[in-house]
């Protein structure tokens, strides 16, 4: 701990564990100020949170943006030591989010991500997908990544689906009568 210093001479104290320990008093009542622990600079006490220490209320012994930093680095120091857990949480907040959002318990949006694809009918190792209409909102089941995909590139409506379904069977061969082996020969 640092020594107390008196903020209208500039003068020291004496150790900060004296009888003025937690703030520093100047001759103005109302001027109070404190070494932060942290970064060693003589600040108002208004820059220190307080904290409850055996039933009494005292000033924190870092200043408010030292407590921030040495917060902001635990949780980089976790985040690096624990990616893999990190990750695989806010994976799973990320799921339960989007089920919540869209009206669906997160148990029976595990259930339907567990099952198969509704189209293609796979089970892909990292799960479907919940689908909803984008223009009622309805879930309409979960999909594998790749449908989703395709179903996405289609714009999701049901009139762009039926266009696409209907161009697939419609059968029509557009290509021009060659012959197979003027082809081969140019090749």
């Known amino acids: 701990m640092g020594s107390v210093v008196d903020t209208h001479s500039g003068t020291a104290l004496g150790d900060a564990r004296s009888a003025v320990s937690w703030a520093v008093m100047s001759r103005d009542a109302n001027d109070k100020r ?27 012994r870092r200043c408010a943006a030292c407590l921030r930093e040495a917060a902001r680095e635990r949780q980089r120091r976790y985040r690096t030591e624990n990616a893999a857990q990190v990750r695989e949480t806010r994976r799973e907040a990320k799921r339960r989010y ?13 259930e339907l991500r567990a099952g198969s694809c509704g189209i293609c009918r796979r089970s892909p190792e990292e799960g479907c997908q919940l689908y909803a209409d984008p223009e009622t909102g ?18 999701g409506t049901q009139e762009r689906v039926r266009a696409a379904l209907a161009f697939v069977q419609s059968g ?16």
């Open 138 to 155: 309805a879930v309409l089941g979960a999909l594998c990544p790749t449908c989703l995909r395709g179903l996405a590139m289609l714009g």
């Open 34 to 60: 404190k070494e932060c622990t942290g970064c060693q600079k003589v600040k108002p006490l208004a820059d220190f949170p307080m904290r409850t220490t055996r039933g009494v209320k005292r000033p924190s």
């Open 98 to 110: 989007g089920a919540v959002r869209l009206g669906v318990s997160p148990d029976r949006a595990e």
């Open 172 to 187: 029509t061969d557009l290509r021009d009568a060659i012959d197979p082996q003027a082809v081969t020969q140019d090749r």
